[in-house]
């Protein structure tokens, strides 16, 4: 597996409360756009095809 | 000024084959004389195959319909002899533009990699290259080649067994028969044929409508780009597209949605204030050409029935994003010609022809995808799936990393026939690009270019190693294309064939794809990849 399924993120709970702040008074659909666009943008910051199918697969269980 | 499409180019005319006692067989009937039926006429009358081709129809196709003309498509008209005309008719370019809503979200370039021949794309109007084609088809005829393109005929019943083909065929002078070893049926989408025979498709209907319309512009103040548009203020929710063709002619194209009445939607007064309300309302404009067309992504399960084989729309559509009907029908033209050719003249098992199913369906499998993929994109099917889309096209204004995503239609590249029983050995050392099942890649030499060596027949192409001139394996003679670094004008040919490797033999189909390569010449086994490309067993 390539796909990182441990801990990696410093400082987790602040990165939580940020990404829940990003969508402070956003509409459902507009925080449905607004994550859309950040799973593209990580998406391609990863690149790895591997990674990215072994998330999906990860995600969808 | 009449239009070429309201000539009749290939006006009825008595044949003798219609006073013949009994009905005269001929190796090879084309039905269709559009452009795949025409390309493959003339491949085979080139190699020596007399041909008979039957459309219901005397004139060139009414409206432009195909008009985006590739690479690929272009260097197999090269070899058929009519290139040049086309190149010099037609219009290039290379700068495509998206649009989102009222914004530009990014533009294009194909960029053409150098060291080709021939552009990415030339737009063309169908029946300019349908006029080209019948101009070719009578120079031939000229010549004494032995090709009867026959207007006014149309089929009325096919009956195919495992010998053989009988048709009856209605004129305006009344019916009459003919036989044929081989019936190719390139009579279009709704091949009369493929209905006669009770033949039908797998795959899925596009569920969509699309208006495509064809305008004249006398004073075009739009550039020589494509243009596309998701979800435009004129054509809200939907999408659009806008190209150039040759005389001011410009080819718009506007999604209309399922639930329409496509008769009502049809008519001028329902179709100009659209173009209108797209072009501004002070672009004087008039309609050519006005069809409202459901397309389809599918194909026969089997494109080979006994004596009949089907190529073109006939055997498989898909929707217009990316090109890829009329060069994929002309790409199943090539494919067929020198099959059929090598099996009617006894140099080839009939076998081989059961490759033209493998390697064409493949392609149609490969077109249809990207096909399909492109619609997914442009009309989302689901709420997550427009969700996405419109995230793509937001990022992409801003940020190149998304754009890749963005799928106006991929334009149509040639299939590369990796699963082909045909080939023969590859050496993975060398470059991919042109590997066993690729088309050949074209390449600056001292003295012109590689493809136009590259003229029809059997070849070896050996670069920097030794070679008998001519290579003979039954009735067919390999000839070789002996080149080495002197002819090397820019460096190409060595990345493009030998990539680490210092010396290259590659054997060349008479349809300019690679059957298989080599770093040096082995005699028994250029022998045998010879056989493997006849579909001889290996």
Redesign the interface.
Known sequence: MKLNTLPNIAEADDFYADLIAAHEGLTKAES??FN??L???LA??IGDRTVLSEALSAAAK | MSKVFEIPLYPYARHADQDAQAPVRHPIVIVGAGPVGLALAIDLVLRGQPVVVLDENDKVSRGSRAICFSKRTLEIFDRLGLGDGLVDKGVEWNLGKVYFDERQVFAFNLQPEAGHKRPAFINLQQYYLEQHLVDRCRVLESEGKPISLRGSNRVTTVRSDPDGVELEINTPEGPYHLQADYLIACDGAASPIRGMLGLDFLGRVFEDNFLIADVVMPDGKFPTERRFWFDPPFNRGQSALLHKQPDNVWRIDLQLGWNIDKAEESKPENVIPRVRAFLGKDTEFELEWVSIYTFQCRHMERFTHDRVIFAGDSAHQVSPFGARGANSGIQDAENLAWKLDLVLRGDAPTSLLASYDAERIAAADENIRHSTRATDFITPKSEISRLFRDAVLDLSEKWPATRPLVNSGRLSTPATYDASPLNGPNNAGMPPRTRPGSVAADVALSDGWLMDRLTGGFQLLTINVPAPDVVTVGNISVHRLALDRSDDLNGLLSARYLGSVGSGVYLIRPDQHIAARWTDYDEASVIKAVKGALGMPK
Do not use: C, K, M, P
Request: net charge neutral; hydrophobic share 55%; no cysteine.
């Open positions: 449905d756009a859309a666009r799973i593209l943008l391609n910051h």
